[in-house]
Structures are given as C-alpha cells and as structure tokens.
C-alpha cells in the first residue's frame, strides 16, 4: 500500500492532474465557482450540478422540498440572463426579472402539469448560498431579497400565464402541447412545424404579433456578457467633492444657471443668446471662444455647448423665448460632486453641440455617427487600464473600428474621413478634459502597448484589461490587406517609440463615474475598500475569483483594519476556509489569503496540523512547491489522497470521476480505500466518494460478469453440473 498511495506512489503521479486546487487567478480550471466565462460551458454545468445536488442535501436535512430545475433556471437566468454573470449575487431587481420576464418568457409549464413553487424554490436557494457562504457581498442583504420574493411572489402565476410574456420558442411549444403534439417526439414536432408553416395551424395572431414585438424590442432572453473590470481604488468622497469643485465645466454651467437667474434672459427670435449677452459670457466664464468679427452666437461653439450642457442638466430651460434658471436644479449646483456627476451622464446627450454641423466646410464625421457608442468605449477602456494609453494606440484603434463599420476600401478620401473622426474625438476628449474626467500629457508610452501588435490586438498579452482588447479591434484580420496592415503596424510602433507622445488616463471622478454607469448597466466594476464589512467567506471568495494580487492585499488590509486585532481578523479568515462547504473552493479561498496576507507562506505552514484545515493546507503547500510529496509524512499523503480525489469528485461529476479512473483499476481502487480510512474531516465529501466508489464496484462487477461468460462448444454453454462456467 505504501509504494501504491505513499509518497512516490499514485499521489506522487496523479495529484497535479486530479487535484488541481483554485484556478492559478485566471479563474479557468476546474474550481467551484460562483463565475464562469460564457465560453465555459462544461465548467459551469459540472458546478450548476454539484451546487443543486448539495443544495438538495440541505434541503432535505431540513424537511424542505426544492425543485431541481428550478434552481437550474435561477442559476441559468444569471450566468446567461444578466451581462455580470455572478451566480452568488442577487438584488431585488435580478429577482423581479426572473421572476416576471426571464421565467414566463423562457420557461415552458406544458398543459396538465403541476406549476412548480418557484418563488420558494428561489428563496430556498438564496438561504442555501447565504448559509454556505456563496453569496456575494456585493449584492442585496439576505433579508432584502426575501423581501422581494414575498412581495412579488404573488405576481409569478399570473405573469407565467400571461401569453404577451411569452418567448417565441415557448408560445410555438405550448400551441404544438394544446394541440395535441407530442413535444417530447422530434419527428412529430418537426411535422407540426411543416404545418405551422404552410399555414395549416390555428394559433392566437393577436399573441404572436405581441410575442414578436417583444422581441424586437427587448432582444432574446440571453444577453450579451460584459467583462468584469479590474479593481479600482476612488479617494474618499470628501476628496472627490473637493476635485469637482475645480472644474472649468463645472464654472460654465453654474455660470450659465446665476445667468439666467429666475428672472430669466431674452432669446433671440430663433433661440439663441444675443451677441452682446454671449459676448460678456465669454469672458466671464472664460470659453476660450473668439469673439473678433462674430456676428452671431451661434458661432462661439463652446459657449453653444455650455448653454446645451445646461438645458440637457435641467440647469437651465426656455419657457416663451426667455432662458430661466430651474428653481429645483438650486441644491443641485450647491453640491460640486452630485453637478459633476449630472454632467457627466448627461455628456452622451451632446453629439449635437459638440460636433454638429456648424458651417458648410465643417463635416459630420464618422464619430457623429456613432458618438453614443464609441465614446462610453473609450471611457471603459481608459477605466480598465493600469498604464495611460497613447493617443496613436487609441486613434488607430478607432480606425479598425471605422474601417469595420464602413466600406472605406478604394474611397479615395477615407484618409480624409478618418482626419474627420480623429479631430472629433479630440473635440470630445477636450470636453472631457474641461471637466475633469480626463488626465492628458505627455510620454513615453508603456511598453505593454509596443508589444500588442496593431493587428494582432484579438489576442492580447496576459494580463491585458478585457475593454482593452475589445477596443484594440473586434475586427478578423482576413478583412485587411496583410501588407497595409503590417506598415501600419510598424507606423503605429515607430511612432510609440520615437518619443513622447500624448498619454491618457481617467481621473479619480472620472473613475467613479464611470464605475457608477457600468453598476447601472449590471455589470461587475470591483472598488477597493468596498468589502471591509464583508463577511469572510465572502472577502474571500470575491478576491479569489475577482481580483487581481495588487487589490486583493490592499483589500484584504483594509478588511483587517475594520477589525478589533490582526488575530481576530486571521481567525475569521481561516474560519471561512474551514467552514467552505467545497473542497476546490476552500483552495481557492486559502491560496487567495495567502497571497493577500503578510507572510501568508507563514501563515500556512502552522495550517499544516489544523484538524480541518490541514487537507487544504497540504494541498496549497504542495502545489506551490513549498512542500514536495517526499516531505510529507504517511499519514499526510493519506490525507492528500483523499483532497485529490474529493476535488475531482467535485470537478468531474461522477461519471467524469469513474472515466477518469477507470483505465487504472487496481491502482484507483487502492486509493479510494486508503481515501476512505485517511481520516479526512469532510465527512460528506468521503460519504459521496464512498456511494462512487461501490458504483465503480458494481459495474466493474457486471463487465467481470459479462466477460468472463463463456460457452463450451457443443454443451449449450455450460459445464459440469450443468452450471454456467465463470
């Protein structure tokens, strides 16, 4: 046994392919997670089905009774359903939705069947990803969400059974049931879609109509996921308020409101400032705009813009040809930090203003076409980056964008087009930089960007924000002619490197606002700081699978320091990992702390003898090669033994469990008896292993039984006393 299982034997051999532990921070291998790319379709499953197969347990150590498929749906809804993905993150408005649109519109209830208790089914397993320490700190309170579920329980039945709720899939599948269509027969669906087609069908074309209009409208129920952004750190708010105090934008637009006062101010007959008021404008809010030989204010762009910015704000408003302050918009401009931020949501309001038409030479650009999209990409772009990003890289980044969009091959003037974009984008950066949100000087540029390759950008170096690559060109290269695209690319670097050029960043407020508008859109934007008050469990699950090392220490200091003493806060922490109820999660969780932690390899090596935790501890140890297999005692690698093949219970399933070890029987069957008698604390976890391991008994019993059945010629198959040979 001891050459088999010891420390040159099967753990020796099979630990680092079965026992992986957490997910090395790029969160792909075979963890139990709470997020999963939209590309990890077998991870997710195998975690979806652990997580309902556990939750089930629970369930029914409690006398509770869940439906299966409806914690599938629930957890379906957030991994496919939202943009951020997070499956331990709930609100009241993620369970409205799944509740009122996601499951009517999704989810068929066939006639005659028993509806299912779905809101407390939901309920259920919110108290299960409480209980267990899954749910995401981030989200609503616990007491919140139940809330939610009570009062919009009532509406469920009837939003299942309103008809207008429905999807096209499930209307076409409920019509082919009440006619009497056995869904479940391919063949038979496929004749009733035939029907359907040739107009042989009697349905609700009132319904349809409604169904179809939905859809067109809000989209399938599966949206689009965006990537979660790198962790930032904000000043207090303090700070920030004193930051947007300084703003030039700020000064036009409360300039612009104590103008107007609430008395008002003459408009000329087409509603504009009169020269002489827009002349003393000018100079007391300081534009920059020139007034020499102007004859009309329409001509002064950036006094145009600020009086457009206030009106969009609800500074300002015209009522019978007078400009008037708005009396409610008074606390508003008190407040240096709530104007900011009106300004900036409001900003994607001015294409017009900004980069109109303004005379006959001055030409609408591609940008004016596109303005609402491309510059909120720009903005997360510069948000995701840890390095300024240089003005060539984000211009010629555009121009992938544009030649995309537009057919610019043989125009002869798409250079000039491409002149027309870059000088609005700089009109907006302008803008931006005039209120605050941008940072603009000048460089050299990091050398992250020399070494992504202009065309090469679909397939960006490790460590490279999502937003980034994203706007670096979702363009297929086979769309450009690989010899242009080479000189650009040698253009582009010669210019990065042949000196300074103009770098870009996002400011403090512009980073809080922009993180305000991604948490608006659902999507995942992490702050540093934000979880001091988090349980550990919690802290710890979302640095492991959210951040990056840098915030992950300053993260896990700040939760410390919100803590009576350092030893209380390590206790909660290594608590947390003791009570995970998975075995790869409570990996992920300790390899996190360690990283996060001061002298965290310290701090592991005295895990090595906790009662509980020492599995875990052993296997981190291992895996970062502090410890090797020959340093550990017998008993140790008994104890990873078991580690190793719980996590790959846990990872594979049973079936991808039994694949696994089925090519090595006399070797797996050794260390799943010496798993069993290691004496490993997870004793539920060895309860599921040891219900696999007589599976794995019984059909090797039948494939013994099947193969070793032999006739004998002539004797009907059998042998002396007429008994059937093994």
């Not at 059974?161 to 038979?188: C, L, N, Y």
């Amino acid at each position: 046994m001891e050459n088999r299982i010891g420390s040159r034997g099967w753990f020796g051999d099979r630990y680092r392919a079965v026992g992986r532990g957490p997910y090395d921070r790029t969160g792909r291998a075979g963890v139990m997670r709470m997020f999963f790319a939209p590309e990890e379709t077998e991870e997710y499953e195998a975690a979806c089905s652990l997580l309902i197969h556990r939750m089930g347990q629970w369930a029914g150590e409690r006398g509770e009774t869940v439906d299966p498929f409806v914690v599938e749906t629930a957890l379906d809804y957030r991994h496919r359903g939202t943009p951020d993905g997070r499956l331990g993150l709930w609100e009241p408005r993620h369970i409205e939705a799944y509740l009122l649109d996601w499951m009517p519109r999704t989810i068929t209830v066939l006639p005659g069947e028993e509806p299912a208790d779905v809101p407390g089914t939901l309920a259920a397993l919110l108290r299960y990803l409480d209980a267990m320490g899954l749910s995401d700190p981030r989200g609503a309170s616990l007491a919140d969400n139940l809330a939610a579920i009570e009062t919009l329980a009532p509406r469920h039945a009837p939003a299942m059974a309103d008809r207008s709720r429905w999807g096209m899939a499930k209307f076409w599948t409920t019509t082919a049931a009440e006619q009497g269509v056995d869904i479940h027969d391919p063949a038979a669906f496929q004749r009733f879609v035939e029907r359907a087609q040739r107009g042989e069908v009697t349905y609700d074309q009132d319904v349809l109509d409604e169904v179809m209009r939905n859809h067109l409208t809000r989209g399938p129920a599966a949206v689009t996921r965006a990537e979660p952004q790198l962790p930032v750190l904000l000043p207090a708010e303090k700070e920030l308020r004193a930051r947007a105090e300084t703003s030039r934008a700020l000064r036009w637009l409360r300039g612009i409101a104590d103008w107007a006062g609430p008395e008002g101010r003459v408009l000329t007959a087409t509603g504009h400032l009169r020269m002489a008021d827009a002349r003393a404008l000018v100079a007391e809010l300081g534009t920059g705009d020139s007034v020499d030989s102007v004859r009309s204010s329409t001509q002064l762009p950036r006094l145009g813009l600020a009086v457009e910015w206030a009106k969009k704000a609800r500074l300002v408003r015209v009522v019978k040809g007078r400009l008037y302050a708005v009396a409610k918009a008074q606390p508003l401009l008190k407040d240096p930090l709530a104007l900011w931020r009106r300004a900036f949501e409001t900003f994607s309001e001015l294409r017009g203003p900004l980069l109109g038409t303004r005379s006959s030479r001055h030409v609408e650009s591609m940008l004016f076409d596109s303005f609402q999209d491309i510059v909120p990409d720009v903005l997360n772009t510069l948000y995701s980056l840890p390095h300024a990003m240089p003005w060539p890289r984000l211009r010629d980044s555009l121009h992938l964008a544009y030649r995309a969009e537009y057919d610019l091959t043989g125009h002869y003037a798409w250079k000039m087009e491409l002149g027309h974009a870059d000088r609005d984008l700089r009109t907006a950066l302008d803008v931006l930089e005039d209120l605050g949100a941008i940072k603009r000087h000048e460089g050299m540029a990091d050398p992250v960007f020399l070494d992504l390759p202009l065309e090469e950008s679909v397939r960006p170096p490790a460590g490279m924000p999502p937003e980034l690559a994203e706007l670096f060109g979702a363009v297929a290269g086979g769309q450009r002619e690989s010899e242009d695209a080479e000189e650009r690319s040698k253009e582009q670097r010669a210019e990065l490197t042949g000196g300074p050029v103009e770098l870009i960043r996002l400011t403090a407020l512009g980073h809080d606002s922009v993180r305000r508008r991604l948490l608006t859109e659902g999507r995942d934007a992490p702050l540093v700081g934000e979880l001091a008050h988090a349980p550990a469990a919690g802290l710890l699950g979302v640095i492991a699978e959210h951040y990056d090392p840098d915030a992950a220490r300053t993260e896990l200091a700040a939760w410390v320091a919100a803590r009576e003493s350092p030893a209380e806060a390590l206790e909660k922490l290594t608590d947390a990992v003791r009570a995970a109820p998975f075995r790869t999660r409570a990996e992920a969780m300790l390899d996190a702390l360690v990283d996060a932690y001061p002298d965290g390899e310290a701090m592991l090596r005295g895990l090595r003898g906790d009662p509980l935790l020492a599995p875990t501890a052993l296997s981190v140890l291992v895996r970062r090669e502090v410890l090797d297999a020959e340093d550990l005692t017998e008993a140790e690698s008994l104890l990873m033994v078991a580690e190793s093949l719980l996590q790959l219970l846990e990872t594979a399933g049973p079936e991808g469990f039994l694949e696994v070890l089925g090519g090595q029987e006399l070797s797996a069957r050794e260390a799943l008896e010496a798993a069993l008698v290691s004496g490993h604390p997870d004793r539920s976890g060895l309860a599921d292993l040891k219900a696999v391991a007589e599976q794995a008994r019984r059909q090797q019993a039948v494939r013994l039984g099947r193969g070793h059945q032999r006739r004998r010629p002539g004797r009907g198959g059998k042998g002396k006393g007429g008994k059937r040979r093994r």
